[in-house]
């Protein structure tokens, strides 16, 4: 058999790369605009809101079936079951009903002949909404007490009592703009009605299994009626987490409702103005430092941007306050949070998590302290960084701690001081251009924090001739999931990859499906796939004690040569499975994993949520041209605990790909909003991601060695959210940079730290909109 | 009836011809490796090659979004789709290879658009560098990978490609399977097309009388993509007489209105004349969207920061603009904008050529663009000036700047004050605060009003420090 796609690995691990790019390359990987279009099939389109908060009081769609090839427009009335698909709190309609709450959200769904029908329709659609007061900014939904769940207070110690115990003590503000995910293939579903009454669902999802329970629940049918079917996704990150659902749910209601296949495809405008984004947030700090800058006391407030309604952000919020100390141990810590109802389509899951936009706080604070002591920033977090056994906020300790060998490793790798020094030199040398040098420790917990998701079952089938299919609840969406899952099958049942074929993700076969997010699938899915094997391993090597005589202690499959105390026996991979098949042995195992040894209360909100921590330290490299106010990052140097990678081609991948978002998040990704709570920044020509000249010119990635977790899929830790956040290093990098040029200037702590801010910070006195961070308090506090 | 090579397969169709390459390919051809991202030419998952017979008789191919490709603009071409370079089953081309082997695909969605730029790039007649192949995908946006993978099959592709017979580049890369053989029949196939067409010119869809005039399709096919798929459209970007560069016995620089940015870029007269032309280019939109967009569209177009209005506004270039077949006028570009997306020419007037005085010997140039993101990006503020200087002292003087008012600005009054002034801090600093009475920015999602002001006098600076780094010092000026 042909494998193009393995080539021999530069480290000596596992021989093997990402498997689908070989069909990537040649065009041949299927997304939902490529399955071919049945006959029959109607076209949809989603009429938004044209207004952010409103009374509905009437939908006019009588010119609209008039036009050609309409063939049914549906709004909340025609919904048979409950116009509901929110997640955690019951609070989102799939079709506005009484009020509208955000631009952009769904009112009523077209369905026509073809999609040029559907879209020429949309325009003969009217609204009759009386408007109600709009609201953007979070900290003003706060003031009014429009909260979407009740905020929460991560405390350990006493932060009170330990502002006296500090020399330094400083405050100030920290805001972090959203990000708008932009996965290339938008959102879209393709639903099919089946002979039973319900629906056959192909939808780009990242949660099979919310698509389902929420269409269910839209249509008052059972759940057993709806099968979602997912080969893989154009991109995720987050935003096909929850945010897929209202488009499956549509496309099955139209397909339910009119009894023909339904198609409904985003175009990519719409998909901006009407999905969720990552949060943006607006912060307060407060820190509190002891003569060895040893950090004693930290207290934030955060005021997450929600969006219209409540969708992930509570968790995401959590989240947030889980990494609020980033890598560090603080003794007195209180961290609050407030989920802030806004009429802005509701922001969701985004690589990270809530995350990122905590430890940007705690790395602005350290940064704050750091300039108005006058030292580096690295100083205090080297000397505040996690040791093990130290307890986080929430009480889990830190076990197998990487915190200071990542650390330690980058500055021998790296050499710091020598790139420190470079920095310096250049900056004495030159009056236009100025460099930054950043340093940002990383540390994530791996699980969903909500323990029970913690969960994932595998289906492995062996068939007669030898091969094998494994479905799990993964979903591919580029991180390569599923050849981490071939390789864990593989491995197991020593045999070859080419034998293997990972399947669809179909709520058929494998059911009750946790969303393939929080950097976790991996580890649950491909554990799941790994019991399920060694139950059929050992299942086959005992048929193979009976069907040869051999002994069952000593006996192994290697290369699809079944070994007798490392000797080969008289039979193969392919023999000993189809003598299992006559002699009546199952060749099928259905495995369940769920995570050992979590726990979370979230009413003490203390335990022990995570299976193990990620940990590495990034150095970011900027040179800013102080005449333009633009910037490229000379390098990004990233030292990385992969724990023991199982896949290092593809490992590799996830750093860069998720440093250089985490670089746009911070840089030149701007999310616009207007007052109207109309999306400014709303097309590719509006909103900027990355482009290959915008990169790092360097992007160095180093594996740390470390023993790997047992918790981990064969020891090799998650990789797919961590690296986002040393792109956070970019931001400070280039505020290293400004202060270069212009030492005595403080900008405020706002990201993305845009060309415009970069040129309105270089020249304050020119720039009459304040710039300047208000420093609320400087006080040493005897 | 418009006629083409799609791949190795002959068409016609009757589709219309202001409707997209990308719709026809995908839903008429039923070819999916082609995918939808954008529609607007902004992330390159959707690029196709499009190659065009030469005088002599072979086969230029280059890369062009397909979603702002009119389909008209396919006739007598060659069009080719990754179906058409995909080698039998099991196997891989040298680009798909690469790509493959360095982890330069994950989720796959933009990996087409990768691998048609990157084969682009191998079919090329020039010279293939580091610098070169990262040009040629410098209009393909990728979300997963980080690009730096994508740099190293780049960079891998780009080593195999030192050793490309220059003579028979065709053969060479069939025989290397970067693209199948039937590649070496279409300049024969072409050239039978046309033979064929001579008599019988396309039609459909397509009228020499029709109001709606349709050139590269870079901007008309982002606004009102529905309405040029229902009317006639009068395509131009290939009509014979409206391409090519030339210098007249006067000097002045002539070229007709479908001549494209890329047609620019690589024009030898144009290169002479301006010796950072690749640098500026380089800051213009990207290569596939160069391949296709005209310097008459930009100019029409009418947008306030059209990139290359502003560097021909410092030029004091003229439009000439006629009725076919009732004469025509020239009209100057400075002259040509009435206000906000209006224009001075009358709308059955159709830009025929432009011109402009060469610059002579000694003669100053310069262009400058700010964007959120430095490149594939409309800009924040741009700006450029042509300076007649003589021993130190200004003769002559045209700034333009585009993003600061309603339409792209020529600063007459900034300009005028350097004349006869010696160039000196003082006298630009004065000259940057008059331009700041000349404009008016407004606040948009490219910046604010303050930023707007602020960045223009940057690149007003920017200007004189380029041109005269031996007068000015960064520190003076700022």
Not at chain 1, 314 to 337: D, G, K, M, Q, S
Not at chain 1, 467 to 480: F, H, K, R, Y
Not at chain 1, 629 to 646: C, K, L, N, P, Q
């Amino acid at each position: 058999m042909q494998m193009p796609g393995v080539i021999a690995p530069a480290s000596g691990a596992p021989a093997m790369n990402h498997l689908d790019p070989v069909r990537h390359v040649r065009g041949e990987s299927q997304y939902i605009d490529d399955v071919p279009v049945q006959q029959g099939t109607l076209h949809a389109v989603v009429f938004e809101s044209p207004l952010a908060h409103g009374r509905l009081r009437a939908i006019h769609v009588a010119d609209a079936l008039n036009a050609a090839g309409v063939i049914r427009i549906l709004t909340a009335a025609d919904i048979p079951g409950e116009n509901q698909i929110g997640g955690i709190v019951p609070d989102e309609p799939l079709l506005a009903e009484g009020h509208v709450h955000f631009r952009g959200q769904p009112v009523a769904l077209v369905l026509a002949e073809t999609e040029h029908q559907a879209q020429a329709a949309l325009h003969l659609i009217r609204v009759d909404i009386d408007p109600l007061p709009i609201i953007t900014d979070p900290r003003v939904a706060a003031a009014q007490g429009e909260l979407i769940v009740p905020p929460r207070t991560f405390r350990i110690g006493d932060s009170g009592a330990a502002w006296s115990q500090c020399a330094h003590i400083f405050e100030g503000e920290a805001e972090t703009g959203g990000q708008e995910h932009l996965y290339i293939e938008t959102q879209g579903a393709y639903a099919f009605p089946t002979e039973m009454g319900g629906v056959r669902i192909i939808s780009s999802t990242q949660g099979p299994t919310a698509v389902q329970r929420h269409t269910a629940h839209v249509l008052g049918i059972g759940m057993h009626q709806i099968e979602v079917d997912v080969t893989r996704l154009g991109g995720g990150f987050g935003g096909k987490e929850d945010q897929a659902t209202p488009w499956g749910a549509l496309a099955a209601l139209g397909a339910f409702v009119a009894r023909r296949p339904v198609k409904l495809v985003l175009d990519r405008m719409a998909d901006m103005r009407m999905t969720g984004k990552r949060h943006p947030y607006s912060s307060d700090f407060r820190i509190g430092l002891d003569a060895n800058l040893r950090i004693l006391a930290y207290e934030a407030t955060f005021y997450q941007n929600a969006g219209a309604a409540a969708d992930l952000s509570p968790a995401v919020l959590e989240r947030t306050l889980f990494h609020a100390t980033n890598t560090y141990f603080i003794p007195n810590v209180t961290a609050t949070a407030y989920s802030c109802r806004t009429n802005l389509p509701p922001n969701t899951a985004f690589r990270g998590f809530g995350g990122p936009q905590g430890m940007f706080v705690v790395e602005a604070a350290i940064v704050r302290a750091a300039e108005a002591l006058g030292v580096a920033a690295s100083e205090i977090q080297r000397r505040n960084l996690l040791r093990e056994n130290d307890l986080f906020p929430y009480r889990q300790p830190a076990e197998m701690c990487n915190a200071g060998l990542a650390w330690d490793t980058a500055e021998q790798v790296y050499d710091l001081p020598k790139l420190r020094a470079e920095v310096a030199a250049f900056n004495q040398q030159n009056e236009q251009c100025k460099k930054g040098l950043s340093v940002m420790p990383i540390c994530f917990g791996i699980s969903f924090t909500k323990t029970a998701m913690n969960q994932a079952r595998a289906l492995v089938h062996i068939y007669t001739d030898g091969t094998v299919g494994v479905s799990t609840g993964a979903v591919e969406m580029g991180q390569g999931v599923n050849t981490k899952i071939a390789q864990v099958a593989a491995q197991t049942l020593g045999i070859s990859p080419n034998r293997v074929k990972v399947e669809s993700t179909n709520t058929t076969r494998v059911a009750n499906t946790s969303p393939s997010a929080a950097s976790a699938t991996a580890d649950l899915n491909g554990k799941a796939t790994q019991l399920a094997c060694e139950a059929l391993r050992e299942r086959l090597l005992r048929h193979a004690c009976t069907e040869y005589t051999l002994h069952y202690e000593g006996l192994d499959i290697r290369n699809e040569q079944v070994l007798s105390a490392g000797q080969p026996a008289d039979t193969t991979w392919e023999k000993l499975v189809s003598s299992a098949y006559w002699q009546r042995v199952s060749l099928t195992e259905n495995a369940h994993y769920a995570t050992p040894d979590i726990h979370f209360d979230p009413v003490t909100n203390q335990g022990y949520p995570f299976a193990y921590h990620v940990y590495g330290t990034a150095y970011t490299t900027v040179t800013l041209d102080c005449l333009r106010g633009t910037y490229t990052f000379d390098a990004v140097r990233i030292v990385h605990d992969f724990g023991e990678s199982m896949n290092p081609a593809i490992d590799q991948g996830q750093i860069e790909g998720g440093a250089v978002q985490g670089i746009g998040w911070m840089t030149m990704e701007e999310l616009l909003y207007n007052d109207e709570g109309r999306l400014l920044s709303n097309s590719l020509n509006s909103y900027k991601i990355p482009d290959l000249y915008s990169v790092p010119q360097r992007l160095d990635v180093h594996f740390l060695e470390t023993p790997g977790h047992p918790r981990a899929v064969l020891r090799s830790k998650a990789v797919g959210e961590p690296p986002l956040m040393y792109g956070i290093g970019a931001y400070f990098a280039v505020r290293e940079a400004i202060r270069a040029f212009r030492p005595a200037h403080q900008p405020t702590f706002s990201a993305p730290i845009t060309p415009e801010k970069v040129l309105l910070n270089l020249y304050p006195a020119l720039a009459p909109t304040a710039t300047s961070a208000v420093v609320v308090s400087n006080t040493a506090v005897a | 009836m418009l006629h083409f090579y799609l791949n190795n397969q002959r068409i016609r169709t009757d589709q219309p011809a202001g409707s997209t390459l990308l719709d026809f390919v995908r839903y008429h051809q039923h070819l999916k490796g082609t995918k939808i991202g954008c529609r607007e030419g902004d992330c390159g998952a959707c690029t196709v090659l499009v190659g065009e017979l030469q005088p002599d008789n072979t086969v230029q191919y280059q890369s062009m979004t397909s979603c702002l490709t009119p389909l008209g603009n396919a006739h007598g071409k060659h069009i080719v789709t990754v179906e058409g370079i995909n080698a039998a089953a099991g196997t891989l081309t040298p680009v798909q290879q690469a790509i493959v082997q360095e982890g330069g695909s994950q989720c796959g969605f933009c990996t087409v658009g990768f691998v048609m730029s990157l084969t682009g790039h191998s079919l090329s007649t020039q010279p293939a560098t580091s610098q070169t192949g990262l040009a040629a995908i410098d209009g393909n946006i990728c979300r997963c990978t980080g690009y730096k993978s994508l740099e190293r099959a780049t960079e891998a592709l780009t080593q195999q490609l030192a050793g490309r017979d220059t003579e028979q580049p065709l053969s060479w890369l069939a025989e290397r399977q970067f693209v199948p053989a039937y590649f070496q029949q279409i300049p024969a196939q072409l050239q039978a097309l046309r033979a064929e067409q001579e008599s019988q010119p396309a039609t459909n869809g397509h009228s020499t009388e029709a109001a709606q005039v349709l050139g590269g399709g870079t901007d008309l096919l982002v606004q009102r993509p529905e309405h040029l798929r229902e009317v006639p459209v009068q395509l131009v970007y290939d009509r014979p007489g409206l391409r090519g560069i030339r210098q007249q016995a006067d000097g002045r620089v002539v070229f007709g209105a479908a001549t494209t940015a890329e047609n620019l870029r690589a024009s030898p007269l144009m290169q002479a004349l301006f010796p950072h032309l690749p640098d500026y280019m380089k800051l213009i939109s990207s290569t596939p969207i160069r391949n296709m967009g005209t310097v008459a569209g930009n100019f029409i177009n009418a947008s306030p920061i059209g990139d290359l209005t502003i560097f021909f506004l410092a030029l004091n270039a003229s439009v000439t603009v006629g009725v076919p077949g009732k004469g025509s006028r020239d009209i100057l570009l400075s002259d040509l904008y009435s206000g906000y997306k209006t224009l001075t020419k009358a709308a059955n007037e159709q830009v025929l050529e432009i011109h402009f005085a060469a610059p002579q010997a000694g003669d100053c140039f310069n262009f400058e663009k700010v964007s959120k993101r430095t490149h594939l990006d409309i800009a924040s503020v741009n700006s450029a000036v042509w300076l007649r200087v003589a021993d130190g002292f200004v003769r002559e003087a045209r700034i333009s700047a585009g993003g600061v008012g309603p339409i792209p600005l020529y600063l007459a009054r900034t300009s005028a004050s350097l004349v006869g002034q010696e160039i000196t801090p003082e006298t630009v600093a004065a000259a940057t605060a008059i331009a700041q009475s000349e404009i008016s920015p407004i606040s948009d999602v490219r910046g604010s009003v303050d930023y707007k002001r602020l960045l223009l006098r940057q690149l007003l600076f920017a200007h004189f420090l380029r041109l005269f780094p031996e007068r000015l010092t960064f520190r003076e000026l700022v």
